[in-house]
C-alpha cells in the first residue's frame, strides 16, 4: 500500500537539463523569449471560435506524467532569490470577491519568506501513485510556521496519518487546526506536515498568523518545506481541497481556475496547461489534477488552479497530446478567473450556474475538540 500521497510534497526534480520540468524554488515564472506567435491579439472573443490548433508539435509534446527519479533530487537553494521573488501584500480577510468564493486563510508562512505553492507540487499532481493533497511551500528548516486561520489545535506531533507506526507517517511532526469558522455549514480545517518542532499543544487556541511550529524535514520528504492542506467537512485525507482556492491571494494579482473535459464531460487528467503574459511574456504552467484522492471546489468543480498570477491578458494553452489549443484571456486581480474547455466546443469563460445553495459567510462553530486519541508527540 501506497502511503507516499498527502506528505510527499518533496519530491525529487528533473535535472536542470530538461528546461521544461526544471522548477525554481520559489515557482517563479519564467521567460520564454520565442513565442512563434506575434503578441497583438487584444480582442478578448469568445475563445471556441479561437481555438487555434498550432502547427509544429515538436516542441511541445509531454510524457503523460511527471517522471521523476528521485536520485536526482535538488532542493532549492533559498539564498539565492532576487528582487522579482516580491509579491504584494494579500486581500484582507475573508476575501470575498463572489458569493462561490472563500479565501478564507492568510498563509502559513510569513511574508518575508516565499509564502507561495512550488509550481511543480501543486494540489493534484501526480506524485509517485497518488495525486497530491496539498500543496508545498519550500522554506529552509527552522522558517516559523503560521496558522492560516483562528481556531483549536486538534493534533500536534506525529501520527496525523498512521494510528501505528506513527514515527514513519508520511506526514512526521504535523499540527491539524480545527478552525472557528466553516463554509456552508461545514467545518474547515488545516494541515501543516513534516515540521520540525510543534510549537502548540493539543487544545490549545490559536489566532491568525500565530507560530505553531517550524518548517522541517520529517516523515515522507526529500527536504525541507510546508505541506499544507484545506479539509471540509471531515478531519481527513479525503476531504481536502485545493489550498489555493482558500488562501487569499495578492493584492494586484488573481487565479486562473479551469475545467477540462473530454465530449462526454470526462475530465482530462494530467494535462499540461500553460498561461503566457501578453504584456512580459512571462509563462506559467500548471498540470490539470491527477485522478485519485483529490477533490473539486462544489462550485466551480475545476481540475486545474493557477495562482498568484499578476493580472493581465494571457494567451492559455492546452497542450493534448496531438494538438495544442489555445485562447486568450484576461486575469482579473483577486479573483478565479473561470474558464471550462471541452473537447467539442472548445473554450468556455461563462462561470457556472450556483448550486441554489445559499452562501453562508465564515460562521462561528462550536470549538469543542473533538475525541481524537494522542498519537504523538
Ligand atoms: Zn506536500
Same mark, same amino acid.
Given at each position: 500500500? %501506497?502511503?507516499?500521497?498527502?506528505?510527499?510534497?518533496?519530491?525529487?526534480?528533473?535535472?536542470?537539463? !530538461?528546461?521544461?520540468? !526544471?522548477?525554481?524554488?520559489?515557482?517563479?515564472?519564467?521567460?520564454?523569449? &520565442?513565442? *512563434?506567435?506575434?503578441?497583438?491579439?487584444?480582442?478578448?472573443?469568445?475563445?471556441?471560435?479561437?481555438?487555434?490548433?498550432?502547427?509544429?508539435?515538436?516542441?511541445?509534446?509531454?510524457?503523460?506524467?511527471?517522471?521523476?527519479?528521485?536520485?536526482?533530487?535538488?532542493?532549492?537553494?533559498?539564498?539565492?532569490?532576487?528582487?522579482?521573488?516580491?509579491?504584494? @501584500?494579500?486581500?484582507?480577510?475573508?476575501?470575498?470577491?463572489?458569493?462561490? !468564493?472563500?479565501?478564507?486563510?492568510?498563509?502559513?508562512?510569513?511574508?518575508?519568506?516565499?509564502?507561495?505553492?512550488?509550481?511543480?507540487?501543486?494540489?493534484?499532481?501526480?506524485?509517485?501513485?497518488?495525486?497530491?493533497?496539498?500543496?508545498?511551500?519550500?522554506?529552509?528548516?527552522?522558517?516559523?510556521?503560521?496558522?492560516?486561520?483562528?481556531?483549536?489545535?486538534?493534533?500536534?506531533?506525529?501520527?496525523?496519518?498512521?494510528?501505528?507506526?506513527?514515527?514513519?507517517?508520511?506526514?512526521?511532526?504535523?499540527?491539524?487546526?480545527?478552525?472557528?469558522?466553516? #463554509?456552508?455549514?461545514?467545518?474547515?480545517?488545516?494541515?501543516?506536515?513534516?515540521?520540525?518542532?510543534?510549537? %502548540?499543544?493539543?487544545?490549545?487556541?490559536?489566532?491568525?498568523? !500565530?507560530?505553531?511550529?517550524?518548517?522541517?524535514?520529517?516523515?515522507?520528504?526529500?527536504?525541507?518545506?510546508?505541506?499544507?492542506?484545506?479539509?471540509?467537512?471531515?478531519?481527513?485525507?479525503?476531504?481536502?481541497?485545493?489550498?489555493?482556492?482558500?488562501?487569499?491571494?495578492?493584492?494586484?494579482?488573481?487565479?486562473?481556475?479551469?475545467?477540462?473535459?473530454?465530449?462526454?464531460?470526462?475530465?482530462?487528467?494530467?494535462?499540461?496547461?500553460?498561461?503566457?503574459?501578453?504584456?512580459?511574456?512571462?509563462?506559467?504552467?500548471?498540470?490539470?489534477?491527477?485522478?485519485?484522492? %483529490?477533490?473539486?471546489?462544489?462550485?466551480?468543480?475545476?481540475?486545474?488552479?493557477?495562482?498568484?498570477?499578476?493580472?493581465?491578458?494571457?494567451?492559455?494553452?492546452? &497542450?493534448?497530446?496531438?494538438?495544442?489549443?489555445?485562447?486568450?484571456? *484576461?486575469?482579473?486581480?483577486?479573483?478565479?478567473?473561470?474558464?471550462?474547455?471541452?473537447?467539442?466546443?472548445?473554450?468556455? #469563460?461563462?462561470?457556472?450556474?450556483?448550486?441554489?445553495?445559499?452562501?453562508?459567510? @465564515?460562521?462561528?462553530?462550536?470549538?469543542?475538540?473533538?475525541?481524537?486519541?494522542?498519537?504523538?508527540?
Amino acid at each position: 500500500m %501506497v502511503f507516499f500521497w498527502g506528505a510527499a510534497g518533496c519530491q525529487p526534480q528533473r535535472p536542470p537539463t !530538461d528546461r521544461a520540468l !526544471d522548477s525554481t524554488p520559489e515557482s517563479a515564472p519564467i521567460t520564454e523569449p &520565442d513565442l *512563434e506567435e506575434p503578441l497583438a491579439t487584444p480582442t478578448p472573443v469568445l475563445a471556441s471560435e479561437h481555438a487555434i490548433i498550432l502547427e509544429d508539435q515538436s516542441s511541445i509534446s509531454l510524457p503523460p506524467t511527471l517522471e521523476l527519479d528521485p536520485l536526482e533530487f535538488v532542493f532549492p537553494a533559498f539564498d539565492t532569490q532576487t528582487i522579482s521573488l516580491w509579491r504584494p @501584500p494579500l486581500y484582507p480577510l475573508p476575501w470575498e470577491p463572489t458569493p462561490e !468564493d472563500h479565501f478564507y486563510f492568510t498563509r502559513p508562512i510569513g511574508a518575508n519568506d516565499v509564502n507561495w505553492p512550488l509550481a511543480r507540487y501543486r494540489y493534484g499532481y501526480l506524485l509517485y501513485s497518488e495525486p497530491h493533497t496539498g500543496i508545498d511551500i519550500p522554506a529552509p528548516k527552522m522558517t516559523p510556521i503560521l496558522a492560516a486561520g483562528s481556531g483549536t489545535v486538534i493534533h500536534a506531533g506525529y501520527g496525523l496519518y498512521f494510528v501505528q507506526d506513527i514515527y514513519k507517517d508520511p506526514y512526521g511532526i504535523a499540527v491539524a487546526i480545527k478552525h472557528d469558522f466553516g #463554509f456552508k455549514g461545514k467545518v474547515l480545517y488545516t494541515v501543516y506536515g513534516h515540521l520540525d518542532r510543534v510549537d %502548540v499543544y493539543r487544545g490549545q487556541r490559536v489566532n491568525a498568523g !500565530d507560530v505553531i511550529g517550524v518548517v522541517g524535514e520529517t516523515g515522507k520528504v526529500s527536504g525541507p518545506h510546508l505541506h499544507f492542506e484545506v479539509r471540509i467537512g471531515d478531519n481527513t485525507f479525503f476531504s481536502s481541497r485545493n489550498p489555493e482556492l482558500w488562501i487569499a491571494p495578492p493584492v494586484g494579482w488573481g487565479m486562473l481556475v479551469g475545467q477540462v473535459v473530454e465530449s462526454n464531460g470526462r475530465r482530462i487528467p494530467q494535462l499540461k496547461v500553460r498561461l503566457v503574459s501578453l504584456e512580459n511574456r512571462q509563462v506559467f504552467e500548471a498540470i490539470t489534477y491527477a485522478q485519485g484522492s %483529490v477533490n473539486s471546489d462544489a462550485y466551480y468543480s475545476e481540475n486545474l488552479v493557477l495562482g498568484d498570477i499578476p493580472e493581465g491578458k494571457y494567451l492559455l494553452y492546452l &497542450d493534448f497530446k496531438d494538438q495544442t489549443v489555445k485562447t486568450e484571456i *484576461e486575469i482579473k486581480a483577486g479573483q478565479a478567473n473561470y474558464f471550462s474547455y471541452r473537447s467539442t466546443r472548445g473554450f468556455d #469563460f461563462t462561470r457556472p450556474a450556483s448550486k441554489g445553495v445559499q452562501f453562508t459567510p @465564515p460562521e462561528p462553530l462550536d470549538p469543542t475538540i473533538e475525541a481524537i486519541p494522542e498519537t504523538g508527540s
